[in-house]
């Protein structure tokens, strides 16, 4: 079942523009994941937020971490169209019957356009 | 860097055919997975596997199987295609530990007609 929900689905977006893209969930966390698919490629992780964690940073990359809302955001600074790909966050839930699950989204297709 | 590669990128099958996926990773990771990924669903987790020999299934096993008989090797076998198999399948691979960045391979697009 899916635990995570990415908003907005697509976003669209000029070259040094900012970008941010939300992901919500359902059940109580042990982290969140944020990971990025170039078309028709498999996926790649980008940063891992632990639930005890609120911000984290990696690069142009900022993570927020909202447990009291379950929400997360994924914030693209000073975007590149080597950055148009699918964005997803991934969830690992505290009662999952095995930790090494991964529960993904649907995610946000991000277009930065030149 | 942590290599996932994955035997097909492109595949064509017909309704009822015996489908062999193979995945192999060349880091020594415990934990290997198949998943599916369909637009407007997202990735869902068709088995996984966090041993050798060992398997479980995930979201949606019906019309799956798996196989681990090597560490780094890990199959996924669709016993009789169906046309609604038709879908990108990824596999990804990540180490023990309750914290698991996945790896993931290319992908295999399939197409059963």
């Known amino acids: 079942s899916q635990q995570g929900e990415e908003d907005p689905q697509a976003l669209s977006i000029q070259e040094g523009e900012n970008a941010t893209m939300n992901c919500s969930y359902k059940?109580?966390?042990?982290?969140l994941q944020w990971y990025r698919q170039n078309s028709g490629r498999g996926l790649v992780h980008l940063i891992l937020?632990?639930?005890?964690?609120r911000e984290k940073h990696s690069g142009r990359l900022r993570v927020t971490l909202d447990t009291s809302k379950k929400s997360s955001s994924l914030l693209i600074t000073a975007s590149r169209a080597a950055d148009t790909a699918s964005y997803f966050c991934?969830?690992?839930?505290?009662?999952?019957?095995?930790?090494?699950?991964?529960?993904f989204g649907s995610g946000t297709q991000l277009t930065v356009l030149p | 860097d942590v290599k996932v590669t994955q035997s097909s990128r492109y595949l064509v099958k017909r309704t009822g055919e015996k489908v062999f996926l193979e995945c192999v990773q060349d880091?020594?990771?415990?934990?290997m997975f198949w998943y599916r990924q369909d637009p407007g669903l997202g990735l869902r987790l068709i088995y996984f596997?966090?041993?050798?020999?060992?398997?479980e299934k995930g979201d949606i096993p019906e019309g799956y199987s798996v196989s681990r008989e090597k560490k780094e090797r890990f199959s996924l076998i669709l016993e009789s295609a169906s046309t609604n198999q038709t879908s990108m399948y990824l596999c990804a691979s990540s180490l023990a530990g309750e914290v698991p960045e996945q790896y993931f391979g290319p992908g295999t697009r399939l197409t059963v007609t």
């Open positions: 059940t109580s966390i042990n982290n």
């Open positions: 991934a969830t690992v839930p505290t009662l999952s019957g095995s930790a090494r699950q991964l529960t």
């Open positions: 937020i632990r639930s005890n964690e």
């Open positions: 596997s966090y041993d050798v020999k060992m398997k």
């Open positions: 880091m020594d990771h415990e934990n």
